[in-house]
């Protein structure tokens, strides 16, 4: 059985965005945490705007 990745965006009050992809909504919580640490930003700063599913070309 394989993870499906989804992908998943923040964006803050202030319109920084990142999305990046990861297996679950718990493993994407820790990466949001470290990049906004990256960038100097408060992790609680960026809200959870969407998730989407990873576009497969055999489909």
């Known amino acids: ?6 992908y998943y965006a923040f964006e803050d009050s202030t319109g920084n965005a990142i999305e990046f992809q990861a297996t679950s909504l718990q493993q994407a919580m820790m990466i949001k945490k470290k ?4 960038l ?4 609680e ?5 969407g998730i989407r599913l ?4 055999s489909e």
Do not use: D, P, V, Y
């Open 35 to 38: 990049k906004a640490e990256h």
């Open 40 to 43: 100097g930003i408060h992790k």
């Open 45 to 49: 700063a960026f809200e959870l705007t």
């Open 54 to 57: 990873k576009q497969n070309q």
């Open 1 to 6: 059985m394989s993870n499906k990745k989804c």
